[in-house]
């Protein structure tokens, strides 16, 4: 069945550095892919998202970037922060029928002050 | 905008009872809502899908007499764990799409403990 696998499944990371965290597709007609960042006990929220048309998306310090070929997409967080802990999760969807997402793993992600 | 709201927050209920939650999307019409489940330090795994007026889609595995899904209007779905034992406990999310763009927006879930 489909699935989307997503690595690490823990990341630490000093202040002020970079985190990229990856995610591989199986579904070949996914073409919609988002990222949702959830804290402890509270929703996913929307953080970015990219569409099969577009190979990169940039919002201040985050970036999403998607290799069709490969099935393969990157969250990219620059010059992080304590408040970027949290766990990640990517999925992929199909943009027509129900919308429906295959979530990835997730990864728990550690900014360390 | 696209606010979920979900009721209640948290719930605690002895085994053998039935519990229900509900979803609503507070500004704009929801087409479609999802309804999910989380165990601690696990992924959402997605339980079904509801249309506002049609009977849910279940993912496999899900027993569909176990968690009744109702999507009576385009802002309310329901989903009620019938017969709940203690390992129905878990975080119930769902989500809300508008039918025009692929985002889902979550609603903040239900904890729910059975015991």
């Known amino acids: 069945g489909e699935n989307v696998e997503q690595h690490p499944s823990t990341l630490s990371v000093q202040e002020g550095d970079s985190a990229v965290i990856k995610c591989t597709y199986s579904d070949s007609a996914s073409n919609y892919f988002p990222w949702y960042k959830q804290e402890l006990g509270k929703r996913p929220q929307l953080i970015i998202d990219?569409?099969?048309?577009?190979g990169e998306k940039k919002d201040q310090r985050i970036a999403v970037t998607l290799n069709k070929t490969a099935k393969h997409f990157s969250l990219h967080i620059t010059e992080t922060q304590p408040e970027d802990s949290a766990v990640y999760f990517c999925?992929?969807?199909?943009?027509?029928?129900?919308?429906?997402?295959?979530f990835g793993t997730g990864t728990r992600l550690k900014v360390l002050a | 905008g696209a606010v979920v709201s979900q009721h209640p927050s948290w719930v605690i209920c002895k085994s053998g009872t039935s519990v229900k939650i509900e979803c609503r999307s507070l500004?704009?019409?929801?087409?479609?809502m999802f309804w999910y489940r989380q165990f601690p330090k696990q992924s959402l795994m997605l339980m079904a899908t509801s249309n506002e007026g049609s009977k849910a889609t279940y993912e496999q595995g899900v027993e569909k007499d176990k968690f009744l899904i109702n999507h009576a209007s385009l802002t309310l779905s329901t989903l009620t764990v019938t017969s709940a034992h203690p390992e129905d406990s878990s975080f119930y999310i769902c989500s809300a799409a508008n039918g025009r763009e692929e985002t889902q927006y979550f609603g903040p879930g239900t904890r729910l403990l059975v015991l």
């Open positions: 990219i569409r099969s048309n577009v």
């Open positions: 500004d704009f019409q929801a087409t479609t």
């Open positions: 999925a992929a969807s199909r943009t027509s029928g129900t919308y429906k997402y295959i």
